[in-house]
């Protein structure tokens, strides 16, 4: 729980400081290039976010990645993706997909991670997500049927595929409009991850050709 309440400071910190551009992201320090990939965003900026719901840094990062979420240009959109590194990744990814064809993430999404790293719940057994699930109110048979159904098992091999093509090798990690990674590792704190998110969204955009959008 202290854990929590320190990410939610930080969260409040940042959203004093989220107009401040901080100085110009560095290349290969900041972000790096990657070998581009298609997005599937559109006319739209991509931004994947790549996670994994037992990751502690994630969990952290969180409440300041909510905050930032809200400041957001509109010609850019987020796409979460949950990392499948191993076999154990699998499950957080298939609760992840059964989540969004549900409808629940935004209800449900802060609370699994909460039930993982607060209430310390195994949700990879399939006993305690089913008996949790349900004590969210949520259809159990439904739920179970679409997380143990084929399409369900493909959107998470998919997002293991898509985190291989941009040799993600760690979480929380960012990748915008298919060319530029960063992460907290490289930028060395949330508020500088969030400046340089702003920046290499700014640079897609002029890339694009494309001017931005008024608030």
Known sequence: MFTRAL???AATVLSLSVSAAGPEAFEGHDYARVKPQPVATGNKIEVLEFFWYRCPHCFQLEPALNTWLKTLPAD???RRVPAVFRPDWLPGAKLYYTLEQMGLLGRLHDKVFDAYHVENLNLNDPKVLGDWIAKQGVDRKRF????NSFSTQSK???GAQLAAAYAINGVPAFIIDGKYTTSVSM???QQRLFEVLDQLIAKARAE???K???K
């Open 7 to 9: 990410a939610l400071v």
């Open 208 to 210: 694009r050709g494309a």
């Open 187 to 189: 930028t060395g704190s």
């Open 212 to 214: 931005k959008p008024a």
């Open 156 to 158: 998470a091999t998919q």
């Open 144 to 147: 179970e049927a679409i997380y």
């Open 76 to 78: 850019a959109q987020v």
